[in-house]
């Protein structure tokens, strides 16, 4: 029995089916991995969902991490529950992604699928309740299982529970716009728990404020940071020297502008290469002289809508180096895949980061670029992602609907006095690694054991 449980729908773990039916363990990284790691796995047991055919192939098999344990739940249920409400209704919620005059439509097809929703939750809990200890700490993780707290209290009153939301929480106009019974549903499962996490003050004020007289539950803002030291390692290993030396190649002496995201819907690509664009329409001055390197990891590919905007990242970035490119100046070099060592890589070449989502929990690379970047670089930052809370004084803050605005920002941070820059980024730094994910984790542990 394990006296310290995580609950997320990714977990650490995750399998590829090789040839011959061989099993490939991936393991992933993360401030959950390395806070779970100074328990041990004598005490802890990580609960995730089983994602792929590898996976379930996994779970089949007996084949398990020590201190994980996979959850194989009926297809057809996940992909309800996973694409069908948490990605496709909560996810565009809380980031007030709905192109309104259409969406969001709360139907019998919407209800369908938060049976499947609950049900996945269900799972969740019941596993939960019979691995935990006596009193143990639970800490379950995100949108995916909101409900899982109110279902768990009810199965074992004993346990001491935490919710952790990593995005931002929904304003109470947007929340109010699910079904009265089904916001209502979601607002008190969450409220089973002891005690609810936000990385920001503004996300845990609008969880309060959407609640209103239902909640009771202890609400803290646990802003997460990064390990600089660990993040610098994996920067300089050897793989990566040979990926910075590939891309020095290819920039050459200029300057560069990088951002890596997921490709995704909240992270405002497009309007980053619009200002990109206005940019060097205003000031033709810096043609040749800057590069764009933008890594964009393909995300919830299963969603139209995912495929279609990775789509026009690709177009849009196309015709920004059809309308300015030269014979050997590619103004945008966009890589949509799944590449670590190319985005850190581009982390320590990088002389400007731009950081724009429209809205977002609380943006990692917003602090791993300023500790990584070997120059220094100026970071420009939405002021809808968290880390603005925490960043606000050393960034060069746009509002991430203005174009023109961020265009002007780019200027800014490329013609910043180095001197300025220099110490900018050592603030970045600190403030970026003063919470590293093992204190984050164990912080959370110590005020949910009380
Ligand atoms: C956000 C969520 C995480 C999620 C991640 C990647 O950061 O808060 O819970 O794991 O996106 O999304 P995915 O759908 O690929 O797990």
Redesign the pocket.
């Known amino acids: 029995m394990a006296t310290v449980l995580v609950a997320?729908?990714?977990g650490p773990v995750s399998y590829a089916l090789g040839e011959g039916g061989s099993l490939d363990a991936r393991r992933g990284g993360g401030g959950l991995v390395s806070g779970l790691s100074a328990i041990g796995t004598q005490d802890s047991l990580w609960v995730c969902a089983a994602l792929g055919e590898g996976d379930r192939e996994a779970v089949r098999r007996g084949v398990a991490e020590p201190g994980v344990r996979m959850l194989d739940i009926d297809p057809s249920v996940y992909a309800d529950a996973?694409n069908g409400i948490?990605?496709s209704v909560l996810w565009f919620l809380h980031h007030h992604l709905y192109d309104i005059p259409r969406e969001p439509v709360f139907d019998a097809e919407f209800r369908r699928r938060w049976e499947s929703y609950r049900a996945y939750n269900r799972a969740f809990a019941e596993a939960l309740a019979a691995e935990a200890a006596e009193g143990a700490a639970v800490l379950v993780?995100?949108?995916?299982l909101a409900l899982v707290p109110g279902q768990l209290r009810a199965l074992r009153p004993d346990l001491r529970i935490a919710h952790f939301t990593?995005?931002p929480w929904a304003s109470p106009q947007y929340l109010r716009m699910l079904p009265t019974d089904i916001r209502e549903e979601l607002l008190r499962g969450m409220l089973g728990a002891d005690r609810l996490g936000f990385h920001t003050r503004a996300w845990a004020s609008a969880f309060e404020e959407g609640a209103g007289d239902l909640g009771r539950t202890l609400v803290a803002a646990h802003p997460l940071g990064v390990d600089g030291e660990e993040l610098r390692a994996l920067a300089h290993r050897p793989e990566v020297d040979e990926r910075l030396a590939e891309l020095r190649a290819e920039v050459g002496d200029r300057r560069t502008i990088v951002r890596v995201d997921?490709t995704?819907l909240s992270k405002n690509i497009l309007r980053g290469l619009l200002a990109y664009r206005e940019f060097l329409t205003a000031h033709p001055e810096w043609r040749e002289r800057v590069v764009h390197l933008a890594s964009a990891y393909p995300?919830?590919q299963d969603l139209e809508s995912y495929r279609a905007y990775t789509a026009s990242v690709r177009e849009l970035a196309d015709e920004i180096n059809a309308e300015f490119g030269t014979a050997d100046w590619q103004p945008v070099l966009v890589s949509v895949k799944d590449d670590f060592t190319r985005s850190l890589a581009a982390y320590r070449l990088a002389d400007v980061a731009l950081v724009n989502p429209v809205r977002d929990?609380m943006n990692l690379v917003a602090k791993e670029i300023p500790v990584v970047s070997e120059a220094g670089c100026a970071l420009v930052l939405s002021r809808e992602a968290g880390a603005h809370e925490e960043l606000h004084e050393d960034a060069l803050t746009v509002n991430p609907f203005d174009v023109t605005e961020t265009a002007e920002a780019l200027h800014a941070a490329l013609t910043m006095p180095p001197p300025e820059r220099t110490d900018r980024t050592k603030r970045l730094a600190a403030t970026a690694t003063s919470r590293p994910p093992r204190r984050w984790f164990l912080d959370q542990l110590e005020a949910l054991r009380g």
């Open positions: 997320s729908n990714r996973y948490a990605n993780q995100d949108y995916h990593h995005t997921r995704e995300s919830r929990g």
